[in-house]
């Protein structure tokens, strides 16, 4: 790690000094430096290495840290529970309603040995989340609450599952003192598990736990859960709560009836789960239950105008009111808070919302309705039409922000974020205390008081007044343009004054930070990428990608540097990635590819585009700087989490000539580092290296989308990583023997593993859950693949068999035998009718699956370890191609021209059967590996696994490209 000393700056580098890079790497320090200077800053550097090298390789170790202060570094959204501060004012349900409901849940809760789960689904305004609190704060009187997550869209860490798990796992080790320690141990055995995936930190921070609790049974409750962003988190959610049976723990799971969610609920077997859907509760209970809570906001009204008759409102007017509200809770709420605001007549506004007919229409056609009139009344209500039109633009500006955002901000960092004064946000905020939740209380956050206010405002079918239509794409540019002004405006070179470039993040005051970041700035620092995403941005679109090009160019790392600061450098992670996946031209878009000429190094050049695409030359820059920054936070991202300053010294230095970023920000390289390190022109193609097995990698496998790699290793586990990342994803443990192999099933749901063990063992692809082993073959089996319909597995052994197993019942459905000695390869065709086999014995067998027959047989000459079926007539081992007597049929693998062509051997990466194209330097030189698309993996005896990427389009198609 190169580090400076302080107020050193960088002055501008002469063309001279920017390109002498040739010699040996060295350093030259400025004079003002006196030689015990040095000595004292070299043996701090070196003892902060030493501590470093500790951390990474699991050396150090902390004793005597209370369960408190261990249980305290958990990553938790804190206002998630129900007895949160931020939801002290939520309501409860008022005695005598919802009575034969709550009876039922219950009375579920009481039966520790039935059904584990409960789904209460309704449509948005049933009163879910009010049912949630009463129960929440029911059982946590009775002792009974593990833990409560109440999600919420657009507030923060409650609107992603991002630290689901771990805020439901430091609630639990708070109520019950006997899952602390287990909380706890799971933290020191693995101090990485708030970065791990969510099927990870469920197993070892609450399942785990769980299992060695003997008493009571604990409750979750968790409530609107369709408010959490990500459909495939929500599936895995649910995926990972259906596996309950196994500890003491009840789940309450409060949603609406969205598609993720019922598929989530119908995948789970019925003895795990019992439902009720609020709004098919019997029409004459519900608005009893209305009438009640009507009357008791009324009373309240009344309490507060004395002028006000007792007799106020009439029994026609409550009638007509409970019609009205046709069984949603948040149309009688939306009314009440309407007629009581303080600054109103209670009897106009009552006449107000009556004077309407009632008419058949949508569900939420009375809900809509009265929201439509709260607007008119607050807006622009008898006002002159220029005054209205401008009041009109105003609200889309201000509250069409407001139901956008990813999180809450206070009226202050909202006037900030969007560049106009506090004064005018308040005034827009001021009459619409029935739909938003503000104070003037310095600190206190704007709250829409229901989500289903933003649907409606965004949906042109229920918002039919243009007047307060929220265009969702217009309100997201808007703000990705206020993101930008405002980071642009405050975004600097050492922005917290740390001044030495080693300053650790973790000696840095969290006050500090957020007196230089403050929130308006945090908020645009994390969340711009996310509203640019949810445009449909068009690559015509010159004027918004110039804005992003530009302040790219001059902020880059000033964002990546403030990022770390925050403690928020694994999002900017992903969002640099969605940037450069969202400029990326797809196949459809016509491309036309550039003259140029290869260079060997060039293969992995990120500056250069692979194909020429319809942007203007300013984009097209645009890509090649997104392709180049995805390149350096993946290289860099370590050392900047560490040391946010080392973003200019070690990582701008030490990063290839050629790179983009590295160019762009040269003279913020400090000016005591005299002459850079000699670097390499580009970057090398790893893209990740992957490290979590202790011995040799005996097999990878890619998922069908390439989201996924699978990994066995020697030391009896299965890895699952995100290839893109580099996160570990689970480690599936069940093995008692290397692993020798992995496959995942075409429609990419399951994983299956073989082993020397004699079992293979299914796996569900996206939780690591185990379905179970396989168990027949009498020797360690070595390889495994799926039918093509995902419903067969084939696995070969050393037994001189292939078994054919039924996926889904987990039973065997026959065994081939034929082959004089051990099989080492197995491959359905692409009609899943036929299976080849290969074996020591120097054959290759087809087989009948129907019949479990061969028929026929080829002679291969030598030991053949991969078949394929690559074309009808042909079947595809590492030895050539074999010709078939009995052609197959159907839709055969897709394969690009490059992964057709690509080829790994012991210490090269060969374009067909030519060496020459990448030679792997020995500790990249692997005992497995696996190729899709354009991505390699290579499974090394180190226990790592790196994975490569090519660019196809620059991919030489003949030796007479290379150009050396």
Excluded at 99 to 114: C, S, V
Excluded at 286 to 305: A, G
Excluded at 387 to 396: M, N, P, T, V
Excluded at 530 to 537: E, G, P, S, T
């Amino acid at each position: 790690m190169l580090s400076g000393r302080p107020g050193d700056e960088q002055p501008n580098r002469s063309a001279d000094e920017q390109g002498n890079h040739g010699g040996r790497p060295s350093l030259t320090w400025t004079q003002t430096y006196s030689a015990d200077n040095c000595r004292v800053y070299s043996d701090a550097t070196h003892n902060y290495n030493e501590f470093n090298n500790s951390i990474i390789n699991g050396d150090v170790t902390i004793g005597n840290k209370s369960q408190d202060d261990e249980l305290s570094g958990l990553p938790r959204a804190d206002d998630a529970a129900f007895d949160s501060r931020a939801l002290e004012h939520e309501p409860l349900c008022l005695k005598g309603t919802r009575a034969d409901l709550l009876k039922k849940i219950i009375a579920w809760a009481g039966e520790p040995t039935g059904e584990p789960v409960f789904w209460l689904s309704g449509m948005a305004g049933t009163g879910k989340s009010t049912i949630a609190r009463t129960l929440a704060r029911k059982w946590a009187e009775e002792k009974r609450l593990g833990a409560s997550f109440f999600f919420s869209r657009g507030q923060g860490d409650r609107a992603h599952a991002g630290k689901f798990f771990t805020t439901l796992a430091y609630q639990l080790a708070r109520a019950q003192t006997g899952l602390a320690s287990g909380v706890c141990d799971a933290l020191r055995h693995n101090r990485d598990i708030p970065k791990k995936s969510l099927s990870e930190q469920w197993k070892q921070l609450i399942l785990d736990p769980l299992s060695h609790l003997n008493g009571v049974s604990l409750i979750l409750v968790i409530d609107a859960l369709d408010e959490c962003d990500g459909e495939n988190d929500i599936q895995l959610i649910l995926q990972l709560l259906s596996q309950v049976s196994s500890v003491r723990l009840q789940i309450l799971v409060t949603s609406r009836p969205e598609t993720p969610i019922r598929f989530g609920f119908g995948e789970m077997p019925k003895a795990v789960h019992r439902d009720i859907v609020l709004h098919e509760i019997e029409k004459s209970i519900v608005s009893h239950d209305i009438s009640v809570f009507l009357r008791n906001e009324f009373d309240n009204v009344r309490k507060q105008r004395s002028y006000i008759p007792v007799e106020w409102p009439d029994e026609p007017s409550l009638l007509r009111l409970v019609q009205k509200a046709d069984g949603l809770f948040i149309y009688a709420a939306t009314v009440c808070r309407f007629i009581g605001d303080k600054d109103s007549s209670p009897q106009e506004r009552l006449t107000f919302v009556l004077e309407d007919s009632m008419e058949d229409g949508s569900p939420t056609e009375q809900l809509d309705l009265i929201y439509t009139k709260v607007l008119r009344y607050a807006v622009v209500e008898y006002l002159e039409p220029d005054i209205k039109d401008r009041l009109s633009q105003r609200f889309r500006r201000i509250v069409g922000s407001i139901v956008i955002l990813f999180d809450t901000l206070t009226a202050s960092a909202l006037a900030e974020l969007l560049g106009t004064e506090q004064g005018e946000v308040m005034a827009t905020l001021g009459s619409l205390s029935s739909v938003l939740d503000h104070s003037e209380k310095q600190g206190s956050h704007i709250k829409l008081l229901h989500p289903s206010f933003r649907d409606f405002l965004l949906d042109d079918r229920r918002c039919r007044d243009p007047q307060f239509h929220i265009a969702g794409d217009n309100a997201h540019r808007y703000l990705v343009v206020s993101c930008l002004n405002l980071m642009s405006k405050h975004l600097k070179k050492d922005i917290c004054s740390l001044r030495f470039p080693g300053t650790l993040k973790s000696e840095v005051d969290p006050s500090r930070v957020r007196q230089h970041l403050p929130q308006e700035v945090q908020y645009a620092c994390r969340y711009w990428v996310n509203h640019l995403q949810r445009i449909n941005v068009k690559f015509r679109d010159n004027e918004l990608l110039n804005r992003v090009h530009k302040f790219l160019k001059e902020h880059f790392l000033h964002w990546l540097e403030a990022l770390s600061l925050m403690g928020n450098l694994s999002e900017g992670v992903l969002m640099v990635k969605t940037l450069d996946s969202m400029l990326t031209p797809t196949s459809t878009e016509p491309v036309r590819k550039p003259v140029r000429q290869y260079f060997l190094r060039g293969l992995f050049k990120s500056r250069i585009l692979a194909a020429e695409t319809p942007f203007s030359d300013g984009n097209r820059h645009l890509c090649a700087m997104a392709r180049d920054a995805v390149r350096f936070v993946l290289k860099w991202r370590s050392i900047i989490e560490i040391a946010p300053l080392q973003i200019y010294c070690s990582a701008l230095t030490l990063s290839p000539r050629g790179s983009t970023v590295r160019g762009q920000f040269w003279n913020d390289i400090p000016r005591w580092i005299k002459n850079s390190p000699e670097v390499p022109e580009d970057w090398d193609p790893m893209l990740q290296c992957l490290e979590g097995h202790s011995e040799g990698v005996n097999a990878v496998a890619f998922s069908p989308d390439s989201k996924l790699l699978a990994s066995a290793a020697e030391d009896n586990t299965v890895r699952l990583w995100d290839p893109t990342t580099g996160t570990s994803r689970c480690a599936l443990e069940g093995h008692s023997e290397e692993v020798n192999a992995v496959a995942f099933s075409p429609d990419g749901k399951l994983l299956a593993s073989a082993s020397q063990d004699k079992t293979v063992r299914l796996w569900d692809a996206t939780t690591g859950t185990s379905h179970g082993a396989l168990k027949g073959h009498s020797r360690e089996v070595n390889a495994v693949a799926f039918s093509p319909d995902s419903k067969l597995l084939a696995s070969a052994a050393e037994d001189n068999t292939v078994r054919l197993w039924d996926v889904t019942k987990g039973t065997s459905r026959g065994s081939l035998e034929g082959h004089s000695g051990e099989v080492t390869a197995v491959a359905f065709s692409p009609d899943g009718k036929l299976l080849a086999s290969a074996s020591d014995d120097s054959t290759a067998r087809l087989w009948n699956i129907e019949l479990l027959h061969v028929i026929q047989t080829v002679n291969t000459g030598t030991v053949v370890f991969h078949l394929s079926f690559p074309s009808d007539g042909y079947l595809q081992t590492n030895e050539g191609l074999v010709a078939l007597a009995h052609p197959t049929h159907g839709e055969h693998q897709s394969r690009t021209d490059l992964q057709s062509a690509l080829c790994v051997s012991e210490d090269w990466i060969s374009l067909g059967m030519r060496k020459g194209l990448f030679w792997l330097p020995l500790e990249y030189r692997p005992q497995s590996f696996a190729i899709h698309g354009n991505f390699i993996a290579l499974g090394c005896p180190s226990g790592r696994v790196h994975v490569l990427k090519f660019d196809p389009d620059l991919v030489p198609s003949d030796v007479s490209e290379l150009e050396v």
